[in-house]
């Protein structure tokens, strides 16, 4: 039975990462709070290898240092589900983006277990253990931490090894582990975890789609991602989403102006109304041909075009069913239109092209057809 302990003494950790050092693979997960806060609160740290496995105190006084030298060696790879909140929390304590990358709730997508599958079902449907789910709200900041949930926190890593290992062999078998290089490189991207001020506008709806509007709402939601990492609090918190909605199309210059603002307080006006005056002024005097203006969603008005579309969406469920693999990890409808009106595609290249691209030029070209037969899709040469 591989070890387990709590790592709560700079010994301990020293004697840790000795044996860590062995592996040429690391199971990591994190504990961590983000509601009150801009940056997580990094609460406990979990790693495992074939031979130990430990829950990391990070809220004492250890110098991990040492543990975040090993965890950035480009020759271990290190193994994570659902990878993307760990690594940004790593990027925060290094500066750069742990490489080489297992994730194992991508490559379960090319087993065919579906998109986004939980780490407590890929253990079941993998392993054959079901997991506890006890400790999933509990608060990782308190101390002392109980057996139970140093017992949750572990089992976090101890069957992710497990996983890894034998998603590896199955991938290794269908001769698929190489398709996971292209999403690992989208993964370890640093530019996705820098705020960029397209980035912090996704999702929030602008009526006024004018260019002035636009630039102004890109401008206020980079000058409150920048407030709120100087207060380290949640960017809702400085001020909603409505709120910065309201601010990019009426363009206030004054106090007065927002009296009638519901969305926009008096004690926000007070405390940054100086700069957000500033921000909408400078974009009143930008000549308009400097003006930034929001991207139109490239649709195909084409019929011809709007079918094959359809077509190739079909044809993709058909290929992802019949090999076992979550439609998404081929492509998402961006891949799809785009390679359909001969724009750069992640269809167009390696093995997705393989697996469907030559078959969607093949429809495109009409060499191949789709049809019903005995209640299934099929595709055939006309």
Known sequence: MPQKSLITTQAQLESLIDTLAKSDFLA???????????????????????????????????????????????????????????????????????????????????????????????????????LSKAQQLTNWLRRPLSDQQLRYALDDVVYLRAVYSEIVQRLEAQDRLSWLKEEESRLINPAAFESNPEGLIKGIRLKDRSAKAYTTLLHLATWRDQAARAANCPRHHIIKDDGLTMLAQQRPTSPEQTNDMRMVSKDFIKKYGDDI???????????????????????????????????????????????????RLIANSADIQNFVIGKPSALESGWRYELVGKDIEQLIKGE???????GKLVSFTP
């Open 28 to 130: 990591v997960d994190t504990e961590f709070h983000r509601e009150k806060t801009y940056f997580p609160e990094l609460c406990l740290i979990q790693i495992a290898s074939n031979d130990v496995s430990a829950a990391i105190d990070p809220l004492l006084d250890l110098d991990l240092s040492l543990l975040l030298e090993l965890l950035s060696d480009e020759k271990r790879t290190k193994v994570f589900h659902a990878a993307r909140q760990d690594l940004e929390i790593f990027y925060q304590l290094t500066g750069s983006v742990l490489s080489p990358v297992f994730d194992t709730q991508i490559a379960a997508m090319a087993l065919g277990f579906g998109d986004q599958i939980s780490y407590v079902n890929l253990v079941e449907r993998v392993l054959g253990t079901r």
């Open 277 to 327: 005056f500033k921000i909408i002024t400078d974009v009143n005097n930008t000549a308009d041909d400097e003006l930034k203006k929001p991207t139109k969603v490239q649709r195909s008005n084409d019929e011809t075009n709007s079918l094959v579309l359809k077509m190739a969406q079909l044809l993709i469920a058909y290929k992802a069913e019949s090999e076992q693999i979550t439609p």
């Open 368 to 374: 191949l057809a789709l049809a019903i037969k005995e």
